[in-house]
């Protein structure tokens, strides 16, 4: 098992920035991928970031690109997102996530945090 645990959300206005953490216990985390994945009300869950085990390879979905940007320190078994020039369609709950195996662009995942939540103003 591995726990997931989010913190870092909150109001922000439209043009600001958040940084996202989340702290992960259990499990060898260098072990796992990590994805940042964010759900907005009436929505389905959507992927936002994916960052491979040792930080090699990272991917984003087209809407976030060139904004956020994705991190992790196996040392301090976290993984990181950092969202700038933020918009209200940025609004969500947004979710950290673990599987074994990097893959890209997917909703499927392991293991989850219980959310944290993203208000951007405009």
């Known amino acids: 098992q591995v726990q997931l645990v989010e913190s870092g959300g909150g109001l922000v206005q439209a043009g600001g920035s958040l940084r996202l953490s989340c702290a992960a216990s259990?499990?060898?985390?260098?072990?796992?991928?990590m994805g940042w994945l964010r759900q907005a009300p009436g929505k389905e869950r959507e992927f936002v970031a994916t960052?491979?085990?040792?930080?090699?390879?990272?991917a984003y979905t087209d809407s976030v690109k060139g904004r956020f940007t994705i991190s992790r320190d196996n040392a301090k078994n976290t993984v990181y997102l950092q969202m700038n020039s933020l918009k209200p369609e940025d609004t969500a709950v947004y979710y950290c996530?673990?599987?074994?195996?990097?893959?890209?662009?997917?909703?499927?995942?392991?293991?989850w945090g219980q959310g944290t939540q993203v208000t951007v103003s405009s």
């Open positions: 996530a673990a599987r074994g195996r990097y893959y890209p662009g997917i909703r499927e995942y392991d293991y």
């Open positions: 960052i491979s085990r040792y930080g090699a390879s990272t």
């Open positions: 259990g499990r060898t985390f260098s072990n796992y991928a």
